[in-house]
């Protein structure tokens, strides 16, 4: 009697953890992709490559200097949330 439940809890067990993998689709995480850039202490302030804001600072008028050009990027939240970039699907996704 016990063999038979035995038997029985296997199987339901591995039945159910086949279901879940086969339901479960890879996520595109922004740690495995070739785009990242990352945080000097944590993946959480990480930044995407992907996406580079080019910004102009203009200090002429208070020290005479040409404007200068600096490149930022995105922070990997802001481009998982905003659909035109990655959105939480990872459109832009490429792995390393």
């Not at 008028?61 to 970039?85: F, L, M, N």
């Amino acid at each position: 009697m016990l063999w038979i439940l035995y038997l029985l809890t296997t199987r339901i067990t591995a039945l159910s953890i086949t279901k879940q993998s086969q339901s479960s689709k890879p996520v595109n995480l922004c740690i495995h992709c070739k785009h990242i850039r990352r945080g000097l202490y944590d993946t959480k302030y990480a930044k995407c490559g992907k996406f580079p804001e080019i910004k102009e600072e203009d200090d002429s008028c208070i020290d005479g200097r040409k404007p200068i050009q600096t490149t930022d990027y995105a922070y990997c939240v802001h481009a998982r949330k905003d659909e035109s970039r990655c959105g939480l699907k990872g459109k832009q996704f490429e792995p390393m």
